[in-house]
């Protein structure tokens, strides 16, 4: 129903900047939960920051908390990650995520730690010291 499309990974260091894209094509408009999650070898899937496109609600991992930024267009047709300070625990595998339904996003822990339903494929994020 949802097919979602990452791009603006690469390789930086620390200190710099990556604003990451997530196109959206299908039923966009019935969407309600869009986000970024994030995993690195050997460590667990960490939602990195997730907004609720009904009331625009936005929540953030305390690791990035200031320093990323999560937004969309109007439309839902993309949703962004401006990723400021980077710091080289910052990389992982980046992977956008929506849902609309299943993965509830109305309180922190909800959004963070939830199960979307659709995912990208991820863009890499490397931070070298």
């Known amino acids: 129903q949802v097919q979602l499309v990452e791009s603006g990974g690469g390789s930086v260091q620390a200190g710099g900047s990556l604003r990451l894209s997530c196109a959206a094509f299908g039923y966009t408009y019935s969407v309600d939960c869009m986000g970024w999650f994030r995993q690195a070898p050997g460590k667990e899937r960490e939602g990195v920051a997730v907004?609720?496109?009904?009331?625009?609600?936005?929540y953030y991992a305390d690791s990035v908390k200031g320093r990323f930024t999560i937004s969309q267009d109007n439309a839902k047709s993309t949703l962004y990650l401006q990723m400021n300070t980077l710091k080289p625990e910052d990389t992982a595998m980046y992977y956008c995520?929506?849902?609309?339904?299943?993965?509830?996003?109305?309180?922190?822990?909800?959004?963070?730690?939830?199960?979307?339903?659709?995912w990208g494929q991820g863009t890499q994020v490397t931070v070298s010291s």
């Open positions: 907004i609720n496109t009904g009331v625009g609600e936005t």
């Open positions: 995520a929506a849902d609309y339904g299943r993965w509830q996003c109305m309180t922190r822990t909800q959004a963070l730690s939830g199960r979307p339903t659709y």
